[in-house]
Antibody
Framework: EVQVLESGGGLVQPGGSRRLSCAPSGFTFANHAMTWVRQAPGKGLEWVSAISGNGGGTYYVDSVKGRFTISRDNSKNTLYLQMNSLSAEDTAVYYC????????????????WGQGTTVTVSS | QSVLTQSPSASGTPGQRVTMSCSGSNSNIERNFVDWYQQVPGMAPKLLIYRDNQRPSGVPDRFSGSKSGTSASLAISGLRSVDEADYYCAAWDDSLGGVVFGGGTKLTVL
């Protein structure tokens, strides 16, 4: 079965850091760009970041540039999102999603989603 | 304020046809493909329509997408109670260099 599974969420103090992970299964990880999408409580979806299949291209929404870093290890079949300088505005469910192709720019539709991991930024 | 604009709510009765719209600009919808996602409350989003009007395997043909200029639409025919969910449009935005989502439309089946 094709699926992705997020982990790493939890309670973080303002200004703190957290690393999220996403483990895919059932497909060739390197053949797909991957992305993170978040949803604040009671709010809509917000695209956060993406990375191409070979890791050579990374993309960020303006609000996280300089604070979040997306990366992947194709040898370990794992996607990461390193989040630094967290604030209350980053509180959300973070979804890992597979992109339909290797290039995020060309194939940006997200065809496999995880169940999400919750990050709460609070003192 | 979302870059793509969707009506907050829509409703219909079982069997009806409902449409919902997504309004953008020439930096997103007009130049790039539009995707639609369905999110049942408490669940992860699901890809419903991609590249304006393509359905992933397993999505019923009751769902259809279209686009004209800077606007896109999602139509659901033969409305069913299981269709009650939030629906989001999304597109690449050339100015922002990433994907933008609409604010979502909450569909109620009366």
């Amino acid at each position: 079965e094709v699926q992705v599974l997020e982990s790493g969420g939890g309670l973080v103090q303002p200004g703190g850091s957290r690393r999220l992970s996403c483990a895919p299964s059932g497909f060739t990880f390197a053949n797909h760009a991957m992305t993170w999408v978040r949803q604040a409580p009671g709010k809509g979806l917000e695209w956060v970041s993406a990375i191409s299949g070979n890791g050579g291209g990374t993309y960020y929404v303006d609000s996280v540039k300089g604070r979040f870093t997306i990366s992947r290890d194709n040898s370990k079949n794992t996607l990461y999102l390193q989040m630094n300088s967290l604030s209350a505005e980053d509180t959300a469910v973070y979804y890992c999603a597979r992109v339909a192709g290797e290039s995020f720019y060309y194939y940006y539709h997200m065809d496999v989603w995880g169940q999400g991991t919750t990050v709460t930024v609070s003192s | 304020q979302s870059v793509l604009t969707q009506s907050p709510s829509a409703s219909g009765t079982p069997g009806q046809r409902v449409t919902m719209s997504c309004s953008g600009s020439n930096s997103n919808i007009e130049r790039n493909f539009v995707d639609w996602y369905q999110q049942v409350p408490g669940m992860a989003p699901k890809l419903l329509i991609y590249r304006d009007n393509q359905r992933p395997s397993g999505v019923p043909d009751r769902f259809s997408g279209s686009k004209s200029g800077t606007s896109a639409s999602l139509a659901i025919s033969g409305l069913r109670s299981v269709d009650e969910a939030d629906y989001y449009c999304a597109a690449w935005d050339d100015s922002l260099g990433g994907v933008v989502f609409g604010g979502g439309t909450k569909l109620t089946v009366l």
